[in-house]
């Protein structure tokens, strides 16, 4: 009897999940995820921090969020970062202009945030301390290869890209371009941080 109702229930759960919407599950996982009691002020700020950037930009672009990046040694917050997957495939400039505009947004959101300022490493939080990461996919998960970008990352105050091998016995970069944040901030229009 009891092998009958686990299946029963087995099967309700899946019925059940199959039928809430995709937000309703991230957001259950979410809180489930992050137990706040065991977290110190400065780690619940930076989950809040992280969770309301990723949720905005996600709202707003078709790409998804899936990691975060923080270094913290000794709750001193050094670095926060994001990483985002891309289900269409992206241009350079389209790229270039979401790694500025997201890595603005995070910096924004930390500089506004007034109760996680005692915990920054240095203050003010500048674009170096800030990292976002988009790795580029078509609509069916797939890498694109040389010569399209594969990954665009924001790291350090710097743009990089890189493209993958065709060959699938190589793993690893093919090629490898970088673009200081200036210069990326010259080559995307005035107005189109969209």
Same mark, same amino acid.
């Given at each position: 009897?009891?092998?009958?109702?686990?299946?029963?229930?087995?099967?309700?759960?899946?019925?059940?999940?199959?039928?809430?919407?995709?937000?309703?599950?991230?957001?259950?996982?979410?809180?489930?995820?992050?137990?706040?009691?065991?977290?110190?002020?400065?780690? #619940?700020?930076?989950?809040?921090?992280?969770?309301?950037?990723?949720?905005?930009?996600?709202?707003?672009?078709?790409?998804?969020?899936?990691?975060?990046?923080?270094? $913290?040694?000794?709750?001193?917050?050094?670095?926060?970062?994001?990483?985002?997957?891309?289900?269409?495939?992206?241009?350079?400039?389209? $790229? #270039?202009?979401?790694?500025?505009?997201?890595?603005?947004?995070?910096?924004?959101?930390?500089?506004?945030?007034?109760?996680?300022?005692?915990?920054?490493?240095? #203050?003010?939080?500048?674009? %170096?301390?800030?990292?976002?990461?988009?790795?580029?996919?078509? %609509?069916?998960?797939?890498?694109?290869?040389?010569?399209?970008?594969?990954?665009?990352? /924001?790291? #350090?105050?710097?743009?990089?890209?890189?493209?993958?091998?065709?060959?699938?016995?190589?793993?690893?970069?093919?090629?490898?371009?970088?673009?200081?944040?200036?210069?990326?901030?010259? /080559?995307?229009?005035?107005?189109?941080?969209?």
């Amino acid at each position: 009897m009891k092998f009958i109702f686990f299946i029963f229930f087995c099967l309700f759960v899946c019925i059940l999940s199959f039928y809430l919407s995709v937000d309703f599950r991230d957001k259950i996982l979410y809180w489930f995820d992050n137990d706040d009691k065991h977290l110190s002020k400065e780690e #619940r700020l930076v989950n809040q921090i992280l969770y309301e950037t990723s949720s905005s930009i996600e709202k707003t672009h078709q790409i998804k969020n899936f990691g975060t990046l923080i270094s $913290m040694p000794g709750g001193r917050i050094q670095k926060l970062g994001l990483s985002f997957n891309s289900y269409q495939k992206l241009s350079k400039e389209k $790229m #270039r202009t979401y790694l500025l505009e997201f890595g603005e947004k995070l910096l924004h959101n930390i500089t506004l945030n007034e109760e996680i300022q005692p915990f920054l490493n240095e #203050r003010p939080f500048t674009i %170096e301390n800030v990292e976002i990461y988009i790795y580029n996919h078509d %609509e069916k998960g797939h890498w694109p290869y040389d010569p399209e970008i594969g990954l665009a990352h /924001l790291y #350090r105050g710097k743009v990089i890209f890189k493209t993958y091998h065709h060959d699938d016995k190589k793993f690893g970069n093919k090629n490898e371009s970088e673009e200081t944040y200036e210069e990326a901030l010259q /080559l995307v229009p005035r107005g189109d941080k969209s």
